[in-house]
C-alpha cells in the first residue's frame, strides 16, 4: 500500500511585507501534487443516493475520474411479488402490481389483467379496451415525465423538472379521480375493471391533451437544442442495434440504438393496430437519442389519448360472465344466485384451466411480460413479471465502462429504472 | 403449431421432446438439457429461423413435487414477428445444473443470476454467478421454490439477529475491496473478522 502524504504547508504560507497574503505562485503547486497515476479508486454510489433513482447501489473503479468498472448491487427493494402471487386469486395479484413499477402503476394492472384473461380465455368488452389503452398512454406520458424530470436534474436543469411535474400532476389528479389513489391504483380486474371513469374525466382528459403538447413543447426548447444538455448526453453512453438486442434491451433503450420494435406495433395488443401512431426510433443509441426518443413518446401518446377519447364507446366496462365479475352489491343482497357467486368468488377466487400465458406489453420502461402458469386452481403456480428495467439495467456496466464518473451519472438516469420493478 | 418445432426436431432428432401450443398461441418444445446451448444457438443463427432476441429466462416449479423443474426460455424473431418458448425439464432430485447462455445472449447474464437466485439451478460457464435479488451471505435457500415457506425459513428473531451480527465491511466483496487496495485501509479488527471468514457465514448467537 502506498500511502501519499503531502509534505507542503500550501493553506497558510503568510502575509507578505505590504500585509496581503502571499500567493504561491503558478507551476509550484504542481511539483507538490502527489502522483496519483496509477492509483485506483474504490467509489461507493448508493443505495441512498439521489442521483442512483432509488435504492440502487453502484460500486465503481475510478482511475481518476474514468470509470473502470461497474459493480451494481440490487435488491434492496425486493418484496418477493411472484412469491406472494403464488399464494393469491388471479384479482388478489393485481394491487401487487402496482406496487412493481410504481411510477406507471395503470399499466402494469392492465398487464396483468391481459395476461390473465389470456390464459382464462375472456374476451373483454369495446368500452374496457379504449379504456385500457386510456389507462397505458396516461401511465407512459407520467412515467416519461418523472424520468424527464429527473434525468435534468441530474444533468443539472431544475426548470424542466418543475414544468414536467406540473403536467405530471394533472395526469396524477385524473388517475386520482378515476381510481381514487395517486399510486395505488389497482385499476383493472380479470375480465374488466375495477371502476368506469367518473363524468368530469373526459372533459379534464381533453383539456389534459389539448394543452400539454404546448407545455411539452416548451421542455423541448430548453432542452433539445441547449448546448449544455447536448454537451452532457450526445455520444455518452452509445449502444448500437445488434448490442442492443443481445441484450435484451426493450422499449425507448432498444429504439433509441435503431431497432424500431414496439409491442404496441409488432404484436399489438388491445387493439393498438387501430390507432394512428409513430415509433420514434433513435439513430446513435446514446442518451441524447434516449431523451429524444422519450419526448417524442409523449406527443404520440397524447396523440393516442386523443383518438381513444374519441372513439370510447358506450357499453358495460365489465364482461358478462358471473363466474368472473362480481355481482353487483345490490343485486348480491337480494338474488341469491348473485349471492352465491359473490360467495364463490370471494372464498374461491376465479378458477383459470390448466396451462401457461405469456402477455407482454409495452410499458414506459420496456416490454413489460407478465407469465402465468396455471394448475386448475385459482392460484397461479408461477407468476413471473419479464422486468424491463432490471433487464435494461443490466446494461449499465458496459455502458458506463470508459466514461467519467459524471457520465455515469447520465447513463444510469437514461436507462430510466425504477427499483420497485428492478428488485420485485 | 411454430413450424421451427419441425424443423428442431429435424435437426436434433431425439433430444427434442413434447410440443405444446400454449394458451397464448405460442408454441413451447421440450428440450434434453445436455444439447441446450446448441439447441439455442441454431435457433438464433439458423438463415429462416434467427431468434435472435431473448425476451426472458425463468423458471418453473410446480406444486406437484413428482414434476420437474422447468427451464423456460423466451425466444423472439424481431424480423419475423415469432415468439418461441424452449423448456428444459430438471429433475428436483438430480443436480439443477444446465449450460449458460450468457455465451450466446449477453441480456441471459442477470436472468440467469435470478433464477440461480431464486431456485438454485446452476448454470455452468456463467461469467458471474452471484446471488442478484437477495444479498451473498442470505442462508435460507432459494425463496421461489415450493418447499420455501412464504414467510421464509428462520424466525423472525433469527433474522433479526442475524441482521444486527452482520459485519458491515461484508457490504463489499474482497474482489471489491482490492480496488485501490481498499481492504489495506480497513481497521485491523474488521480485517480480522473478514479473514476469519466472516462473510459467508453469521456469528453464532451470544
Excluded at chain 1, 210 to 224: H, K, N, Y
Excluded at chain 1, 373 to 380: E, H, I, L, Q, R
Excluded at chain 2, 20 to 43: H, I, K, N, Q, T
Amino acid at each position: 500500500m502506498s500511502k501519499h502524504t503531502v509534505a507542503f504547508d500550501l493553506a497558510t504560507p503568510g502575509l507578505d511585507a505590504t500585509g496581503q497574503p502571499m500567493r504561491v505562485p503558478l507551476g509550484v503547486a504542481a511539483d507538490v501534487e502527489p502522483t496519483l497515476a496509477g492509483e485506483h479508486m474504490l467509489i461507493n454510489i448508493g443505495p441512498q443516493h439521489p442521483a442512483t433513482h432509488g435504492v440502487l447501489r453502484l460500486v465503481v473503479e475510478l482511475d481518476g475520474e474514468t470509470v473502470v468498472r461497474v459493480i451494481p448491487h440490487i435488491g434492496y427493494l425486493h418484496s418477493g411479488f411472484e412469491k406472494l402471487g403464488e399464494y393469491r386469486h388471479y384479482n388478489q395479484i393485481i394491487p401487487l402490481s402496482d406496487r412493481t413499477d410504481y411510477l406507471a402503476p395503470m399499466s402494469n394492472n392492465v398487464g396483468v389483467a391481459l395476461a390473465a384473461e389470456k390464459l382464462m380465455g375472456i374476451t373483454i368488452t369495446p368500452r374496457c379496451t379504449v379504456l385500457r389503452v386510456i389507462a397505458c398512454e396516461m401511465s407512459r406520458i407520467i412515467s416519461h415525465l418523472v424520468w424527464l424530470g429527473t434525468t435534468s436534474i441530474d444533468l443539472g436543469a431544475f426548470t424542466p423538472f418543475l414544468w414536467a411535474f406540473q403536467q405530471r400532476e394533472r395526469i396524477y389528479n385524473l388517475q386520482e379521480m378515476w381510481t381514487g389513489a395517486r399510486l395505488t391504483t389497482s385499476l383493472t380486474r380479470v375480465g374488466g375493471l375495477m371502476a368506469d371513469i367518473p363524468s368530469a374525466f373526459v372533459e379534464g382528459l381533453r383539456d389534459f391533451t389539448a394543452t400539454f403538447p404546448s407545455a411539452l413543447g416548451e421542455i423541448d426548447r430548453v432542452l433539445t437544442r441547449n448546448a449544455v444538455w447536448a454537451g452532457r448526453t450526445q455520444g455518452v453512453g452509445a449502444l448500437g442495434g445488434a448490442e442492443a438486442i443481445n441484450h435484451s434491451l426493450s422499449g425507448p433503450m432498444l429504439r433509441a440504438s435503431g431497432v424500431p420494435w414496439d409491442v404496441r406495433k409488432d404484436h399489438p395488443y388491445l387493439d393498438y393496430e387501430t390507432y394512428d401512431f409513430d415509433v420514434p426510433v433513435g439513430e446513435h443509441g446514446d442518451v441524447y437519442d434516449r431523451y429524444l426518443v422519450r419526448l417524442e413518446e409523449c406527443t404520440q401518446s397524447n396523440r393516442i389519448l386523443v383518438q381513444a377519447l374519441d372513439r370510447l364507446p358506450d357499453g358495460p366496462i365489465n364482461v358478462d360472465d358471473p363466474r368472473v365479475i362480481l355481482p353487483s352489491k345490490t343485486s348480491a343482497m337480494n338474488d341469491m344466485e348473485a349471492m352465491i357467486y359473490h360467495f364463490k368468488q370471494v372464498m374461491e377466487g376465479v378458477k383459470a384451466p390448466v396451462g401457461e400465458a405469456y402477455v407482454g406489453i409495452e410499458n414506459p420502461k420496456g416490454e413489460l411480460g407478465n407469465y402465468f402458469v396455471s394448475d386448475g386452481t385459482a392460484k397461479p403456480v408461477r407468476w413471473r413479471i419479464r422486468p424491463p428495467a432490471f433487464i435494461n439495467l443490466s446494461v449499465l456496466p458496459r455502458l458506463a465502462t470508459g466514461h467519467l464518473l459524471s457520465d455515469l451519472i447520465a447513463i444510469n438516469a437514461s436507462i430510466d429504472i425504477v427499483m420497485g420493478e428492478v428488485d420485485r | 403449431m411454430n413450424p421451427s418445432v419441425d424443423a428442431l426436431r429435424a435437426t436434433f432428432g431425439p433430444a427434442i421432446g413434447r410440443a405444446v401450443v400454449a394458451r397464448d398461441g405460442v408454441s413451447v418444445v421440450s428440450v434434453r438439457p445436455e444439447p441446450l446451448v446448441a439447441v439455442l444457438a441454431w435457433l438464433r443463427d439458423t438463415v429462416g429461423e434467427r431468434y435472435d432476441y431473448l425476451v426472458d429466462v425463468t423458471a418453473v416449479e410446480y406444486r406437484d413435487g413428482e414434476r420437474p423443474l422447468e427451464l423456460v426460455y423466451f425466444l423472439r424473431s424481431l424480423a419475423r414477428r415469432t415468439d418461441l418458448r424452449v423448456k428444459v425439464d430438471l429433475e428436483l432430485r438430480g443436480p439443477l445444473a444446465v449450460d449458460s447462455v450468457v455465451s450466446l445472449w449477453a441480456g441471459a447474464n442477470w436472468l440467469e443470476r435470478e433464477v440461480f437466485d431464486m431456485f438454485g439451478v446452476t448454470f455452468r460457464g456463467h461469467p458471474d454467478l452471484r446471488r442478484i435479488l437477495m444479498w451473498d451471505t442470505y442462508a435460507e435457500g432459494y425463496p421461489l421454490r415450493k418447499d420455501f415457506p412464504l414467510r421464509g425459513r428462520f424466525s423472525r428473531a433469527e433474522q433479526v439477529r442475524q441482521a444486527l451480527a452482520a459485519n458491515p465491511e461484508a457490504h463489499y466483496s474482497m474482489e471489491e475491496l482490492s480496488i485501490a487496495e481498499a481492504y489495506d485501509e480497513l481497521p485491523p479488527d474488521v480485517k480480522a473478522r473478514l479473514d476469519q471468514g466472516e462473510r459467508g457465514t453469521v456469528a453464532d448467537a451470544p
